[in-house]
């Protein structure tokens, strides 16, 4: 065999045992034979691929019991005591954090207020953050797994760098390295939208679902693609730049420094413009949301109109979306979705006339306005997928 048949094997191997391992870890205790029905594997494969994890020690099975009118089964549970593991999310004003058991459930969490966006100031803050949070989860120091971040914009996670945020203003910034020296731990990083794809799959609205999108609206339009069952990232994981689709050649500038994106016609930013345009003075969505559910008057108007327009700016993308992928599910999160009764009516109509076909009506959305920890628990599950994946193989 062809040493790119042997790594391609690996490959899947490792993806399959992470799979198992996730479907375990969020459906368990299961039996091996309902295990095999989830995945759509043959109950052979699966037995073949269950004695590392369970030489390991990342799987456990109980003995046989009665299992309704058939014989008894034996069952499958995540040993949640094998390792902790520290989950970060990088923001443009905090970082946040968790360390999780193998289970990913939360034993510590906090939050460490940034001073400046500057990659030595954030790096610093999120090492001291990793070594708080190890501080507060008991007996943790011998059983840390690795240390996982989430950060927006375009993140090449095999080399463990930022190439681009224009939320952070940061450019081929090398996360991993400084970190994982900081820390002594392995580090695995991660666009922060792709974290949270992985939390929903693992714990929320995509479990059970083949293909979906995390799309969250805030500050910027940011986008995360599970696909056939797996995270996709792209070539060099720049897939999911939603924010960054062209829809208006003449529109407004966007913070990446071209015209018309999405993210300049539907994030925070373009609904404030709309109302200063307008003559309503208003510096926060937050006041932006408050003049929208106001009182009758020209500024609760204004204020309407402005998440109208971003909404069917959003749509009319998602619809691009839906037309190139025919998703299942389109989950609505970030800071941004509280204000999904003001932007979501017209965002559902663009998405609906934009669509092709039964693109629209193939594809549920939900609405998640998910908090700082779920980001963080993704980030912490990037950490166990890979190493359950790649470790024991």
């Excluded at 993210?263 to 109302?275: C, F, K, Y």
């Amino acid at each position: 065999m062809s040493p790119s048949k042997i790594r391609f094997s690996e490959l899947v191997s490792e993806q399959t045992r992470a799979e198992i391992f996730a479907t375990v870890l969020t459906a368990g205790p299961i039996s091996r034979t309902r295990l095999a029905q989830r995945l759509g594997l043959a109950p052979s494969s699966v037995t073949r691929m269950l004695p590392p994890l369970l030489e390991h020690d990342y799987l456990r099975e109980s003995d046989a019991t009665p299992h309704g009118r058939g014989r008894p089964q034996k069952m499958l549970h995540v040993n949640p005591d094998k390792h902790v593991v520290v989950g970060l999310k990088i923001g443009p004003a905090q970082v946040s954090g968790v360390v999780t058991d193998m289970a990913a459930n939360v034993l510590a969490r906090a939050e460490e207020p940034l001073e400046d966006c500057t990659p030595a100031a954030v790096l610093a803050a999120a090492a001291a953050l990793s070594a708080k949070l190890l501080a507060q989860a008991p007996e943790a120091a011998d059983r840390v797994l690795g240390l996982g971040v989430g950060v927006s914009g375009h993140v090449d996670s095999a080399a463990g760098v930022c190439r681009y945020s224009a939320l952070l203003g940061w450019n081929k910034v090398d996360v991993a390295g400084p970190l994982s020296e900081a820390t002594g731990l392995p580090v695995v990083v991660n666009n922060d939208v792709n974290t949270l794809v992985v939390a929903e799959r693992w714990f929320g609205e995509g479990r059970d679902i083949d293909s979906f999108a995390v799309v969250t609206v805030g500050p910027g339009i940011g986008c995360g693609l599970l696909l056939d069952g797996s995270l996709f990232s792209g070539a060099t994981g720049l897939a999911g730049e939603l924010g960054h689709l062209p829809i208006d050649p003449a529109g407004p500038m966007c913070s990446c420094g071209r015209r018309g994106c999405l993210e300049a016609m539907a994030g925070d930013r373009a609904v404030l413009r709309h109302l200063q345009d307008a003559g309503v003075p208003c510096t926060t969505i937050a006041d932006a949301m408050t003049l929208a559910r106001g009182d009758a008057g020209a500024p609760r108007s204004v204020a309407r109109s402005a998440f109208a327009e971003a909404g069917t700016a959003l749509g009319r993308g998602m619809a691009g979306m839906c037309n190139l992928l025919n998703l299942q599910k389109i989950i609505i999160a970030g800071e941004g979705a509280v204000a999904y009764d003001l932007f979501g009516p017209a965002m559902t109509q663009a998405l609906e006339a934009q669509a092709f076909s039964t693109a629209a009506v193939d594809c549920n959305i939900h609405v998640d306005p998910v908090q700082h920890d779920l980001w963080a628990r993704g980030a912490a599950c990037l950490v166990i997928r890979d190493a359950v994946g790649a470790a024991i193989s």
